[in-house]
């Protein structure tokens, strides 16, 4: 599990939780934040306009990309580099056609779809295109997912400050009695605050971190995209590796290839 979203999640209610009680004098002030009308409108409205901006396939997808933001990216760029070292060895001295044995033992489907086009004998540039091609389809579904989140939390304000409008003209109407003008400005208000917690509190950062877990698994298929089309070219394993590090920053350029796996063969 991603620790850091769960904790960050978590550590946002507590603290908003705390201002709330605090500054309402105890636990019985919570209820001041509550009111149901203002949660259909902030909620049901900024969902159900949602809704309308996408098709219903995509909205329980996205609904459901939530989860996503608690599963670590199961990336390890410099575990690949060396991965991938070790194949370019293997085609230095046994040829390409040998790298069809070692793709069957791979678990990650688009380094094994680019070595078999490889070992096919497909062209470098159509090689290139094929995997480009495909690593743009998933970068475009992720960003749909991601996406989703952004028009949420843009939806969610907007239909506070709708529900916002609606209470203070009824507050507006019922002018009459003074004593009632403090708490119907309360519930006025209290659909701003629904909307603003939606938007910054699980709208926000749901789809910052989608998009941050896109980018490491982009720039880990760029990284098998020259790698591979290196070894199909034929050269040399330690100049691979270093081509391949020149993406990682200089902390994590240590690959196991260092201590005697990117050999020249």
Request: charged share 20%.
């Amino acid at each position: 599990m991603d620790i850091a979203s769960l904790l960050g999640m978590i550590l946002c209610l507590v603290l908003v939780l705390y201002g709330m009680i605090n500054g309402a004098g105890g636990l019985g002030g919570l209820l001041y934040f509550v009111d149901v009308p203002s949660i259909f409108i902030t909620f049901g409205g900024a969902f159900s306009a949602t809704l309308m901006s996408v098709s219903l396939p995509n909205f329980i997808g996205g609904v459901k990309s939530m989860g996503l933001i608690f599963k670590p990216v199961n990336v390890n760029v410099p575990e690949m580099i060396t991965k991938i070292i070790e194949l370019s060895n293997v085609a230095r001295k046994e040829g390409l056609l040998s790298l069809e044995e070692a793709a069957g033992n791979l678990e990650d489907e688009f380094m094994k779809k680019g070595i078999m086009l490889i070992v096919d004998g497909t062209d470098p540039e159509l090689v290139r295109g094929i995997l480009d091609t495909e690593m743009s389809s998933i970068d475009e579904r992720h960003k749909l997912r991601s996406g989703f989140w952004d028009t949420l939390g843009a939806m969610g304000p907007a239909w506070g400050m709708i529900g916002t409008l609606v209470g203070l003209v009824i507050m507006l109407y019922n002018m009459s009695d003074p004593t009632t003008l403090g708490p119907k400005m309360g519930v006025a208000l209290i659909t701003t605050f629904y909307g603003s917690m939606l938007a910054n509190w699980i709208c926000a950062p749901t789809s910052n971190k989608l998009q941050a877990n896109n980018t490491i698994e982009m720039q880990a298929k760029e990284i098998m995209i020259e790698g591979l089309l290196s070894i199909q070219a034929g050269e040399n394993p330690r100049v691979i590796e270093e081509k391949l590090k020149s993406f990682l920053s200089p902390k994590d350029r240590t690959t196991s290839a260092d201590e005697g796996g990117g050999g020249e063969g």
